[in-house]
C-alpha cells in the first residue's frame, strides 16, 4: 500500500497545552514571577501587586520541552490564548521568501509575552516559536480574559494596556528593523551602479 | 542684526490641539461617526453603540488644516494623547537614513487610530503624521483615559482592546513590509553576484 501516512509529512507539535496545563497558582514560585512581571514596566497605566495577583488567578501553567512547538506559524487553529514566559527560552522565527531555511527573528526570555496579537483578533499565527530550553509558561486564553474582564474590569484593562505596550515595543523595534533595511538596499543599489559602471567604462 | 529668527528654520505646525479642542459632542455628526468606528471591527471584544458612546464622551474635536502636523517624528512633549480621524486623510512618513526626503509609509482615513503608541509608554512619536485635507479628529488624552478606566472600567477595557489590535494590525502590515525587503536585498544580492561574475569571466 502506498498511501502515505500524514502524520509522516512533517514533525507533529507537542501534545497542545490544553492537555498538560494546570492552574498557575499550583506553582507559587511561577506565580510569583508573574506578578513581577506583570506589575513590572513604565509608570501610567501599570498593574499593582494586588492586581497581578488576580490576573495571574486566571492563568495556566503550560510546560515545553526542548524544540516543541510553542506556536507554528500559520496556524489558525491555537489562536485562542496567548503565553507569558516565565522560565526558560522561547526561538522566534518565520518562513523566508526564496529560502528554504527559516530566518530567526529573536529569542524571547522570561517576562516575553507570546500569541497576544493572534489573540486579540483571531488571525493565524505570524511566526513560529519553538521552546530552545525547558519553558515554564503562564498561559490566558480568550475564555479567561473574558472572565476577568466580566469579573475585575479595571485589572483587564490594565493586562490589556500591558498586552498593547507589547505589541507597541515590538512594533517599534520592526520600524527601527525597517530603516535598517533601507540603507542596506541603498548600499546595494549603489554597489550596482560602481560595478556597471566600471563595467561599461573600463573595459 | 544677523541673529537668525528661530521660527525662520522650518515650518511652524499649526496650533497644537490644546489651543483648540472642544468636547466632540458638541458636533453630533463626528461624535455619530466616532461611535461608529469604534463598534466596528471584529467580534470578540467588540464595543457596543452604548459604550462607544461612552468613550466619546471623554473626547475632544480636534481640527487641521491641509500641511498641518499633527504630529512630529521625535517630538517627546506631545505624547499624551492619541487620535482618531474622523473625517480627511493622513499621510503618515519618515526620515530615510542617508536620503534628504521623507519617506511616505502610508496614507491614513476615517477610522484609523493615531499616536496610540506613544500615549501608551511615552516614548517620542516614531513618524510624523500630516494632513493632506482638512482633517477631522478625535483626541483622547492620557488623562481622559485614566478617568474612563477610573468611572468605566469594562468600557476603558474595550477601549484598549481597540487600541491593541490597531497596533497589531500595523505589527502584521509591517512584518509582510519586512518579507518583502528580505526579497528586494536577496534579489540585489544576486544581481551583484552576476555583475561581478560577467566582470571577472568574460572580459
Same mark, same amino acid.
Given at each position: 500500500?502506498?498511501t502515505?501516512?500524514?502524520?509522516?509529512?512533517?514533525?507533529?507539535?507537542?501534545?497542545?497545552?490544553?492537555?498538560?496545563?494546570?492552574?498557575?497558582?499550583?506553582?507559587?514560585?511561577?506565580?510569583?514571577?508573574?506578578?513581577?512581571?506583570?506589575?513590572? !514596566?513604565?509608570?501610567?497605566?501599570?498593574?499593582?501587586?494586588?492586581?497581578?495577583?488576580?490576573?495571574?488567578?486566571?492563568?495556566?501553567?503550560?510546560?515545553?520541552?526542548?524544540?516543541?512547538?510553542?506556536?507554528?506559524?500559520?496556524?489558525?487553529?491555537?489562536?485562542?490564548?496567548?503565553?507569558?514566559?516565565?522560565e !526558560?527560552?522561547?526561538?522566534?522565527?518565520?518562513?523566508?521568501?526564496?529560502?528554504?531555511?527559516?530566518?530567526?527573528?529573536?529569542?524571547?526570555?522570561?517576562?516575553?509575552?507570546?500569541?497576544?496579537?493572534?489573540?486579540l483578533?483571531?488571525?493565524?499565527?505570524?511566526?513560529?516559536?519553538?521552546?530552545?530550553?525547558?519553558?515554564?509558561?503562564?498561559?490566558?486564553?480568550?475564555?479567561?480574559?473574558?472572565?476577568?474582564?466580566?469579573?475585575?474590569?479595571?485589572?483587564?484593562f490594565?493586562?490589556?494596556?500591558?498586552?498593547a505596550?507589547s505589541?507597541?515595543n515590538?512594533?517599534?523595534?520592526?520600524?527601527?528593523?525597517?530603516?535598517m533595511?533601507?540603507?542596506?538596499?541603498?548600499?546595494?543599489?549603489?554597489?550596482?551602479?560602481?560595478?556597471?559602471?566600471?563595467?561599461? !567604462?573600463?573595459?
Open positions: 500500500m502506498n502515505p501516512d500524514p502524520t509522516d509529512a512533517e514533525p507533529q507539535p507537542a501534545a497542545t497545552p490544553a492537555m498538560r496545563t494546570r492552574p498557575l497558582v499550583e506553582s507559587p514560585a511561577l506565580a510569583a514571577k508573574a506578578v513581577q512581571f506583570l506589575s513590572e !514596566g513604565p509608570s501610567g497605566f501599570r498593574m499593582s501587586q494586588d492586581e497581578a495577583q488576580r490576573v495571574v488567578a486566571y492563568m495556566r501553567w503550560v510546560s515545553y520541552a526542548p524544540q516543541s512547538f510553542l506556536y507554528r506559524e500559520g496556524d489558525s487553529t491555537r489562536t485562542s490564548y496567548m503565553l507569558m514566559v516565565l !526558560g527560552d522561547v526561538s522566534v522565527d518565520t518562513a523566508a521568501s526564496g529560502r528554504a531555511d527559516r530566518v530567526a527573528i529573536s529569542v524571547l526570555g522570561p517576562g516575553a509575552l507570546i500569541g497576544e496579537m493572534a489573540l483578533d483571531g488571525a493565524p499565527r505570524s511566526t513560529s516559536c519553538t521552546a530552545i530550553t525547558p519553558v515554564q509558561a503562564a498561559g490566558m486564553s480568550q475564555g479567561g480574559l473574558a472572565a476577568l474582564a466580566d469579573e475585575h474590569p479595571a485589572v483587564a490594565k493586562l490589556m494596556t500591558f498586552m505596550r505589541t507597541a515590538r512594533l517599534r523595534a520592526l520600524g527601527e528593523q525597517l530603516h533595511y533601507d540603507q542596506v538596499i541603498a548600499d546595494l543599489h549603489q554597489e550596482i551602479d560602481q560595478l556597471r559602471a566600471a563595467k561599461e !567604462g573600463r573595459y
